[in-house]
């Protein structure tokens, strides 16, 4: 059966295989027996009905994926998200106020048959079972490309036989997260236990969540200083962006890359926020 997959966007995973179409409409030659429109980002819910309506003269239609809600099940490899790029377990047992994956997946994690690739992109992996995680480790192992842990690692669960077996793979990079308050003291903690391995710190990010209600440049620029302190390279994650203003759309951006953060943290001078003084 041939299903054609198309995606309202392009990411830096969405699959690139010959059945997939990207934000566009069929022309003369598609043919397909399903068609499946797959959404990330709820800003994109009204393209994807677009796109859905065109395509129904191709095949049946069917509107699936993380924005529209729907409970993942079983994880295709390939199908909807890039060639290396897995899902070893959903759900996540964590009731933060921004995510919606308890609602979505449920507050229990569920774990999932392992399939090969190089970049988790799990919920919360740390909180499966141990023997879940030692199956998806020996399998990271396997693999020829460096390891990327996209998915991020919680921190307050991370404990001394998890960072054992991350220095047994050959790292691309480590993604922590610090969203609210109670993320920063585990964070340190997570950042000196790490700090103290041979791991190479420029490997070691943080997503750090900027941009909420009653938040400003001031406030986001300690959060994310705080995250360097820890000993993680920061990767600013702004909250509801396609409704955000220029302003901090910038400081984002600025915020998320390795190069540009270097940078600014050579030109400013005692953490003050004098270069977003002009936006």
């Known amino acids: 059966m041939k299903i054609i997959r198309v995606f309202p966007r392009k990411t830096s995973m969405t699959p690139d295989d010959k059945d997939v179409r990207v934000n566009c409409f069929p022309d003369l030659f598609d043919e397909a027996d399903k068609i499946h429109v797959s959404v990330t980002f709820t800003t994109d819910l009204q393209r994807a009905e677009e796109l859905a309506k065109q395509w129904e003269r191709v095949a049946p239609v069917r509107i699936g994926g993380p924005a529209t809600g729907e409970r993942g099940v079983e994880f295709v490899s390939g199908m909807y998200l890039k060639k290396g790029c897995v899902i070893t377990s959903r759900g996540c047992p964590n009731h933060c106020w921004f995510c919606l994956v308890p609602k979505r997946e449920g507050n229990v994690v569920r774990e999932l048959p392992i399939t090969e690739g190089w970049n988790i992109l799990d919920d919360n992996i740390l909180r499966c079972s141990e023997k879940h995680v030692r199956a998806v480790f020996e399998m990271l192992n396997r693999q020829k490309k460096p390891i990327t842990f996209s998915g991020g690692l919680e921190a307050a669960a991370l404990k001394d036989w998890h960072i054992e077996l991350l220095q047994q793979l050959n790292l691309e990079q480590i ?32 997503y750090c969540l900027i941009g909420y209600k009653n938040d400003t440049f001031e406030k986001a620029e300690t959060r994310l200083r705080q995250c360097l302190d820890a000993g993680f390279m920061p990767m600013a994650m702004l909250y509801q962006r396609e409704q955000q203003p220029v302003e901090w759309k910038r400081f984002q951006t600025e915020w998320a890359r390795p190069a540009i953060i270097k940078y600014i943290i050579k030109t400013k001078t005692n953490g003050n926020s004098t270069i977003y003084n002009n936006y």
Request: no cysteine; aromatic share 12%; proline share 6%.
């Open 175 to 206: 993604f922590f997260a610090y969203d609210t308050p109670d993320d920063l003291e585990p964070l340190r903690i997570a950042g000196k236990k790490l700090s103290e391995t041979n791991i190479k710190q420029y490997k070691l990010r943080a």
